[in-house]
C-alpha cells in the first residue's frame, strides 16, 4: 500500500518536508564566497549540491530563496566549495544560523579560513577538499536559483590522499537527511562495473 501526494493540494513547506526527507542522503555543498560592500566572508551549507559537468567541470548548487550566497555570487562571480566533512559537524550547523547581513560566518563560528588560489572567497582551512569556483551561470526555477560553477582550481589535503585517490573513509562527508537529521558515511560498499561483453558470462555465475 502506498500514500499519494499532490503538491498542488499541498504547502510549499509541506512538499518541501516530503522532498528532502526522501531525496538522501544529499552532499553538503560548504560554500564560501565574498561581500564586496562589507569587505567580509560568507559562509554557508547548501544539501542541494552536485556535479554539473565533467568537461568543462562544473558543480551545482540550489540557493533556496535569495540569501547572502547567492547575493555574493552575483556580485563577485566567484564562490569555493568545501567539503562538509564530519569532524566539523557542529561549525558546519552553526553557519546555517540566519546571521545579520554583513556578518562573517567564518568569525561568528570561529572557523579558520585560508586564502583561495584563484579566486577571492577564502577556502576553509580545516576542509580536506576545496573547488575554487567562477560562475558559468544561473537559472531561476521557481523560488530557487540553481548556480553552476566551473571549476577554476581544486585543493585536497595530502592526509586524505591515498595512492593518488582522495579516499572517502579519510574525507569523511558529511550530507543532509530529513528534518534535522544528517548523515555520516556509515559502511562503504564496492561493486566493479560490468562491460555489456562480459555480462553472460557474470550473470551465468551468479
Known amino acids: 500500500m502506498r500514500i499519494d501526494f499532490d503538491p498542488a493540494d499541498m504547502s510549499r513547506n509541506e512538499f518541501y518536508k516530503l522532498l528532502t526527507a526522501t531525496v538522501v542522503p544529499r552532499p553538503i555543498a560548504w560554500v564560501s564566497t565574498y561581500d564586496p560592500h562589507s569587505d567580509s566572508a560568507n559562509l554557508a551549507p547548501h544539501s542541494f549540491f552536485n556535479v554539473a559537468s565533467v568537461a568543462p567541470p562544473v558543480v551545482q548548487f540550489s540557493s533556496v530563496g535569495r540569501k547572502d550566497t547567492l547575493r555574493n555570487v552575483e556580485a563577485t562571480g566567484q564562490f ?5 566533512p564530519e569532524g566539523l559537524f557542529e561549525q558546519i550547523n552553526d553557519t546555517a544560523t540566519d546571521f545579520p547581513h554583513g556578518v562573517s560566518e567564518f568569525e561568528a563560528a570561529g572557523i579558520a579560513s585560508e586564502p583561495s588560489l584563484r579566486v577571492k ?17 544561473t537559472l531561476g526555477i521557481g523560488d530557487s536559483t540553481v548556480v553552476f560553477g566551473r571549476v577554476v582550481h581544486a585543493v585536497v589535503s595530502q592526509a586524505v590522499m591515498v595512492d593518488g585517490h582522495p579516499e572517502i573513509s579519510e574525507m569523511r562527508p558529511l550530507s543532509r537527511l530529513g528534518k534535522d537529521e544528517w548523515g555520516t558515511l556509515g559502511d562503504v560498499r564496492r561493486l566493479a562495473r560490468i562491460r555489456h ?7 551465468g555465475d551468479r
Open 121 to 137: 572567497p577564502p577556502r576553509v582551512a580545516d576542509s580536506p577538499v576545496a573547488l575554487e569556483c567562477e560562475v558559468h551561470s
Open 80 to 84: 569555493v566549495v568545501n567539503l562538509s
Open 197 to 203: 561483453a562480459e555480462w553472460q558470462g557474470a550473470a
